[in-house]
Each structure stands twice: as structure tokens, then as C-alpha cells.
């Protein structure tokens, strides 16, 4: 579910709590492998890749918004809201987003998805942060502008620090650098704190980046972890945990993500009710004409779901009204 008309990932997104404790790792299934690349003997269809590319962030997107409105109802004293946005959110995360992986074939082997993530975090980096703190500066947003800059400086530590563990699984040389450590940001409910909407934009896209960095992160760790890289798995848990607790989480103080639960809901409701009926819909539609069938499936399958989380959604929203 995303609260913005989804649209196809852009090449810049990394390539991949104050929200749901212990937010938890996509583990494969008892038995099981993690999702692995689409061997259904053909290729998908580039349009079908662009949709799963798109699915797999809106679905990180709400994972990471359920969190925070998680977080918020408890500190409304609203126990029931908060177990159904961080029930929705592991469905979002551990169920949508990894069939959505799996058939996109998002997960190579260790040194692909390095070097799939180092792409990633150098785009942004040089790229996307540093063009959004000079447009912040520029429209007066200097608290943005001060936050983009410090997540600009990030992401080049990212990079740094995944070229260096691509150089020891590749080479066997020099080792794989410890995990940073988030600091964690609180997301209480309030206004937005920027005025310019190209800022509000940019902090819209920023925050669907880091969602999905997260998302994919963990998938990477869980594949590192079942490989024998455990060190691996580390750094990538760690900058995940980054991505979402310290950078989505202070975009999302200054873009005024989180509102009070029944905003929360009526968002949530929306952007459920959005994908249940239009996004994913079409989506399947999409898939059937080319001949991508199980992605089709999973398309509408998933529609299902996001229709069932905006009715649960919606009764929760009554209750308190």
C-alpha cells in the first residue's frame, strides 16, 4: 500500500522503532530458500519487471508508515489499532514484498546484490540527496536541506562500506566492515514541517527509497545468512535498520507522515482502497495480456488483500469514531 499514486521505481531509489519493534528479517520460510530470481523458462515482460519494481516499494512504503501509525495509536492508548497496523504491516513486507521479489528475481548471489545496492546508495549519494538539499536551501526548507546533506553523507558510507565487503566475498581479501548502528528517531504526530512542495515531493520519494532499501536489505541478509556470510548479513541488517529507523523516520518527522490514528486510517484506507482497485487491477490486467501469468496472479491476489485491509481498516476507523 502506498498513500501516493504508485508509480514505476525510479533508476535513482537505492537499489536495492519508533515503527514495529524488532522490525523482522524477510527469513525464508521453514525449509525454504530465499526468493529467488524467475526461472519460469522465459523472461517477464519489461513492463511486468516495472510493475513487481513498483509493488515491492509501495508495499515497503506501508511496512514502514504501519509502524509509525503503529506506534502512534499505543501512545494513543489505542492497543487494537496498533496490532492491526503492525499485523497489515508484516503482510505487506513478509508476504507481498517477497512474492513480489521472487518474481522479479530481486535476490542474486551476494556479490550481484552488492554491487546492486552499491549502485544504489552512490545515485544517491552524489545524485538524488545532494540535488534535494540545494533545492530545500533554496525554497527555505533549511531543516530538510540539513537532513538531506547528513543522509547524503550516509549513503556514501553505505557504499563504502558494501565496496568493501564486495571486495572480501569476490577476492577473499580484507574483511566484511562491522554493521553501523541506527539512531533512532521518535515520530510523534503532528504538521509537516517544511512549506515548499517541491521539498515535500522530494522528502515523498527520499522516504520511498529508504522503505524499500530496508525491505530489500533484509531479503539481501537473509540470502547472506543461508549462504555461510554471516558478517554479511550483519551489514546488511545494520544499514537496514539505518534506512528505516534514522533516515525514513526523519523524513518522515519533517513531511509530517504521522497524524493521529484516525488520520492514520483514513490515509491507510485510501491507499489500500487505491490498490485494491486501480493499481493492481491494472497491473494484472497488464501481466494476462503479455502472458506473465503468475505474476498476473500474484497481482490479483494481491488486490484481495489490500481490499480486506482497507475493510479492517475502515471498522477499526468506525470504532473510534
Not at 124 to 133: L, N
Request: aromatic share 6%; charged share 25%; with cysteine.
Amino acid at each position: 500500500m502506498s498513500h501516493r499514486p504508485i508509480r514505476t521505481l525510479a533508476v535513482g531509489l537505492c537499489a536495492l522503532a519508533a515503527v514495529v519493534p524488532a522490525a523482522p528479517a524477510l527469513a525464508a520460510p521453514a525449509g525454504g530458500a530465499p526468493p529467488a530470481p524467475h526461472t519460469s523458462g522465459r523472461a517477464l515482460h519489461a513492463q511486468t519487471l516495472a510493475d513487481l519494481a513498483t509493488a515491492m516499494q509501495g508495499e515497503a512504503y506501508a511496512y514502514a508508515s504501519y509502524g509509525l501509525f503503529a506506534a502512534e495509536a499505543r501512545r494513543q492508548g489505542l492497543p487494537a489499532v496498533a496490532r492491526l497496523f503492525r499485523s497489515t504491516a508484516r503482510t505487506e513486507l513478509n508476504e507481498h514484498l517477497r512474492e513480489a521479489a521472487g518474481l522479479a528475481g530481486t535476490v542474486g548471489s551476494n556479490a550481484a546484490n552488492l554491487r546492486q545496492a552499491i549502485d544504489g546508495e552512490t545515485y544517491e549519494h552524489q545524485v538524488m540527496y545532494r540535488r534535494f538539499a540545494d533545492q530545500a536551501r533554496q525554497d527555505g526548507d533549511l531543516e530538510a536541506a540539513e537532513l538531506f546533506s547528513e543522509i547524503a553523507a550516509d549513503e556514501g558510507r553505505h557504499r563504502d562500506a558494501f565496496r568493501a565487503a564486495l571486495e572480501a566475498v569476490t577476492t577473499g581479501g580484507g574483511t566484511v566492515p562491522a554493521p553501523p548502528v541506527a539512531d533512532t528517531v521518535e515520530v510523534p504526530a503532528g504538521p509537516p514541517k517544511v512549506k515548499a512542495a517541491r521539498t515535500r515531493a522530494n522528502l515523498d520519494t527520499a522516504m520511498h527509497g529508504e522503505a524499500l532499501a530496508h525491505a530489500k536489505y533484509r531479503i539481501f541478509a537473509a540470502h547472506a545468512r543461508q549462504t555461510g556470510r554471516p558478517a554479511l548479513a550483519r551489514l546488511w541488517e545494520g544499514t537496514a535498520e539505518v534506512e528505516l529507523r534514522e533516515h525514513f523516520a526523519g523524513e518522515a518527522v519533517l513531511a509530517g507522515l504521522v497524524r493521529g490514528a484516525k488520520d492514520d486510517l483514513s490515509k491507510a484506507i485510501a491507499g489500500e482502497r487505491h490498490e485494491a482497485t486501480v493499481v493492481y487491477p491494472e497491473f494484472a490486467e497488464r501481466a494476462t495480456a503479455v502472458g506473465d501469468t503468475a505474476a498476473a496472479r500474484f497481482f490479483r491476489d494481491t488486490a484481495g488483500d489490500e481490499a480486506r485491509h482497507a475493510a479492517a481498516f475502515q471498522r477499526a476507523l468506525d470504532r473510534l469514531a
